[in-house]
């Protein structure tokens, strides 16, 4: 698939969203009337200026405590399709890789109390949660799987969010523009707020379908946010950062494919 057709494809979903925003704006206006709105590029500009307009549109829709749909074990094909990187050529995932991960170390940092570290161990040590969903990716494919990990509310209760803190950064190990060309950060990233990280089905995941995650879906950890779309289910976490505002990180959009013009709340 293309960029430039995933591209166009996140700008539907954009309008859609831009639609949905339109109607929370204008209270009692008609979605004929939005729609010739949303084609008035002030009114959009309006729109996107206003950053969580359509994220706050979305919660409207779907409340803060809804769940995604969850599936039974025979739904789950044998097995689960990767995209995007499959296998890191960072030089500090290949090396925690050759040794199985066992030193990898989960970083909680940012605005907290109590910042932290994880071994995979000390993470399969915590309660836990397993849920079968499925994956949608903007390029047009979903898949079931059965995810178990910790939840990501529990890792947060632990290190005790400042009253400031409204985000979680999630820091990934692989570039998307070859390891460290010229010095330039192009790790991939990722971003949430604070509910939907409280949100009882957000895990960081260490299983796929009863087995040590895989590296192409991400070993040793990855988010899955399942009301979400596909591009905010970050893979190779390395850490997670706590932060007021995503505006000084990278492309400031919150995330490797928002700053490619995705739209940071990929509501399904
Ligand atoms: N670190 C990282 N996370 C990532 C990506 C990636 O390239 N790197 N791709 C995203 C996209 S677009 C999708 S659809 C899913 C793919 O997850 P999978 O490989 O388990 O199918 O991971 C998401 N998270
Ligand atoms: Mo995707």
Sequence with gaps: ????????????????????????????????????????????????????????????????????QEFSQSDVPPSFRGN????PADADYKALQRGGFADYKLTVSGLVETPGEYTLEQLRALPSRTQITRHDCVEGWSCIGKWKGVPLGLLLDAARPKAEA???????????????LDGRDSRYYESIDLDEAHHAQTILAYDLNDKALPVINGAP??????????????????????VASFADIRGGKGGYWEDEGYEWYGGI
């Design 84 to 87: 995007g990187t499959l296998d």
């Design 1 to 68: 698939m293309t960029k430039t057709f995933t591209l166009m494809r996140a700008r539907q979903r954009d309008r859609r969203h831009l639609l949905r925003g339109a109607v929370a704006a204008a209270g009692a206006a008609v979605l004929t009337g939005c729609d010739r709105l949303s084609n008035n590029p002030s009114f959009v500009e309006t729109l996107k200026s206003a950053q969580n307009l359509s994220h706050a549109a979305g919660r409207i829709v779907a409340p803060k405590a809804a769940m995604a």
């Design 166 to 180: 409204k985000f979680v950064v999630f820091r990934c190990f692989d570039s998307m523009d070859g390891p460290s």
């Design 221 to 242: 950890l990855r988010c899955r946010v399942e009301r979400q779309l596909g591009y905010k289910q970050a893979k190779y976490v390395k850490a997670i950062e706590l």
